[in-house]
T-cell receptor
């Protein structure tokens, strides 16, 4: 089974609107971390936000927030007030604390296009 | 700037050749991870080193090898190159605190083109 699943290969959003990028994960480890990265067309990987499995509140970082639903094993990224510069690939990733601690599992990514 | 450096930025070579990609982690980071990203694809984890020792192995071909040196920089060696090895190769560092929350910091990548 895939550890990280991103079911939206591509998405469009109008500038200034909010958008949700989906991510589901699979683990039996009680302690794990979930990460989102952004990859613009220039290629670099930029860390956006982190959610720990024991965190009681959803993580937020500026315009980025993480809709964490533990029972559903989903960790969707919400970008509010989209900007043209948000157009990029977005990757969801997971790290387990007990099993395979040294591995980061990445999803296949979602390509977001922000329309003016 | 993530603090992770990778050289070279671009590399063009021919099939059958051997190349070495170099990575210097952020100051204080003990781990180095190598990833391969083929065109319009996700990241494939290759291998991880922690303080000089191999800690985890992913989908790394036998033609590929890596090592981490005492100064913690790492090299990824790719040999008998094939057209399908053309990709963006990322190095990432992290694990400063040894916690599941430790994020990875990515270098700018090395774009390898095999002709």
């Amino acid at each position: 089974a895939q550890k990280i699943t991103q079911t939206q290969p591509g998405m469009f959003v109008q500038e200034k609107e909010a958008v949700t990028l989906d991510c589901t994960y699979d683990t039996s480890d009680p302690s794990y971390g979930l990460f989102w990265y952004k990859q613009p067309s220039s290629g670099e990987m930029i860390f956006l936000i982190y959610q720990g499995s024991y965190d009681q509140q959803n993580a937020t970082e500026g315009r980025y927030s993480l809709n964490f639903q533990k029972a559903r094993k989903s960790a969707n990224l919400v970008i509010s007030a989209s900007q043209l510069g948000d157009s990029a690939m977005y990757f969801c990733a997971m790290r387990e604390s007990l099993y395979n601690f040294n591995k980061f599992y990445f999803g296949s990514g979602t390509k977001l296009n922000v329309k003016p | 700037d993530s603090g992770v450096t990778q050289t070279p930025k671009h590399l063009i070579t021919a099939t059958g050749q051997r190349v070495t990609l170099r990575c210097s982690p952020r100051s204080g980071d003990l781990s180095v991870y190598w990833y391969q990203q083929s065109l319009d694809q996700g990241l494939q984890f290759l291998i991880q080193y922690y303080n000089g020792e191999e800690r985890a192995k992913g989908n790394i071909l036998e033609r590929f090898s890596a090592q981490q040196f005492p100064d913690l920089h790492s090299e990824l060696n790719l040999s008998s190159l094939e057209l399908g090895d053309s990709a963006l190769y990322f190095c990432a560092s992290g694990d400063r605190g040894g916690s599941v929350s430790d994020e990875q910091f990515f270098g700018p990548g090395t774009r390898l083109t095999v002709l």
